[in-house]
């Protein structure tokens, strides 16, 4: 978000809250927002820079979610009915509901199955939830997934190529050529069972039928409160095969539990308690959890940034995914074996 506040909001910056049907009492910076204590409830307002076509299809899936009992972050149409706000010309804001709760906890196995869960009822809500047209198809499909693992492995080897060509190696750099001929292999591996296997299908059948993601269904987008669990920031939603969700939820968990394979089966079934899976997207999901992306992202990181120092943090990364490795694999494997069984 562009710093157009700085630290707080002053009488003038507050104008912008003029065109909305509410008296603000008070507001606090949040991530990369302001919290508003309001006349109607608590609300967030944070910038806007994207389509005002998907920020109104958006609105429109909450509204549908919303009446289907889930809790999610409506946005909040300002006096005009727009969604959008227009600020010193050139700057255009949303105001949304903020949701009371805290962050699922990763180490609570209930919170986690229960999240499996609402996933999956949310996932069966969103299918064919509106007529899609062909504008959708163009505007809202998220990234075909052979393109974008065919582009990391490229971007892969580009920084191998630069690291290599250096004279003087960090921690970093020695462990990344070191590590980098196995984990290229792997990659390269999968990259050629996705092009084998079902997706081109499961991807036509999600943009010819509709099937809706959350784009970014993690831990910090799952708020825990009174019993109850919210979903929130659909900013990344995407017409796209569901399994992406199933999938990001997926990685992040097992990677904070050492890719507990009990745990990660239990997940499975809580998602499928409630939405069995087809063998074609469990062999979908089994292939991109076989993919090293957290490798990826660490290197797309470096070469990113200022390649000439890492924080430790980031090494220790590294070491955490090479040690997790053979686990991960495995239990991708595990998920493709119990397709055919």
């Known amino acids: 978000m562009t710093d157009v506040w700085g630290d707080s909001m002053n009488e003038r910056d507050l104008q912008v809250l003029e065109q909305y049907p509410f008296a603000v009492n008070g507001s606090w910076r949040a991530r990369g927002a302001f919290l508003l204590d309001t006349s109607e409830g608590r609300r967030l307002i944070r910038e806007f820079s994207g389509s005002t076509y998907k920020l109104q299809r958006e609105q429109e899936l909450l509204t549908h979610l919303?009446?289907?009992?889930?809790?999610?972050?409506?946005?909040?149409?300002?006096?005009?009915?727009?969604?959008?706000?227009?600020y010193r010309e050139y700057y255009r804001f949303v105001v949304k509901e903020s949701l009371d709760g805290r962050e699922c906890d990763t180490r609570s196995e209930s919170e986690i199955l229960k999240a499996a869960s609402l996933l999956a009822g949310m996932h069966t809500d969103m299918r064919g939830f509106c007529e899609v047209t062909q504008e959708d198809r163009l505007r809202l499909s998220g990234p075909d997934a052979k393109e974008e693992m065919a582009r990391h492995n490229r971007e892969l080897r580009k920084v191998y190529t630069f690291i290599k060509k250096k004279n003087r190696k960090n921690e970093f750099e020695a462990a990344y050529m070191a590590c980098f001929p196995g984990i290229l292999e792997g990659a390269l591996d999968v990259e050629k069972r996705l092009k084998d296997s079902c997706y081109k299908k499961l991807r036509e059948q999600a943009m010819?039928?509709?099937?809706?993601?959350h784009g970014e269904y993690i831990h910090h987008n799952i708020l825990v409160g009174n019993g109850k669990m919210a979903v929130i920031n659909f900013e990344k939603f995407a017409l796209d095969v569901q399994m992406n969700d199933l999938y990001q939820f997926l990685r992040k968990i097992?990677?904070?539990?050492?890719?507990?394979h009990?745990?990660?089966?239990?997940?499975?079934?809580?998602?499928?308690?409630v939405r069995p899976l087809s063998g074609e997207e469990r062999e979908y999901l089994g292939i991109r959890m076989h993919?090293?992306?957290k490798f990826w992202k660490l290197a797309n990181y470096y070469y990113n940034t200022n390649k000439a120092w890492i924080p430790g943090k980031h090494m220790e990364k590294l070491e955490k995914f090479l040690a997790q490795q053979e686990k991960r694999v495995s239990f991708s494997e595990e998920i493709l074996y119990n397709r055919s069984n």
Do not use: W
């Open 66 to 86: 919303r009446d289907c009992g889930y809790l999610v972050d409506l946005m909040e149409p300002d006096k005009e009915g727009r969604l959008a706000t227009v």
């Open 291 to 293: 993919y090293p992306e």
């Open 208 to 213: 010819s039928e509709g099937h809706f993601c």
């Open 262 to 273: 009990h745990l990660g089966t239990r997940i499975l079934k809580a998602y499928e308690r």
């Open 254 to 260: 097992m990677e904070k539990q050492n890719y507990d």
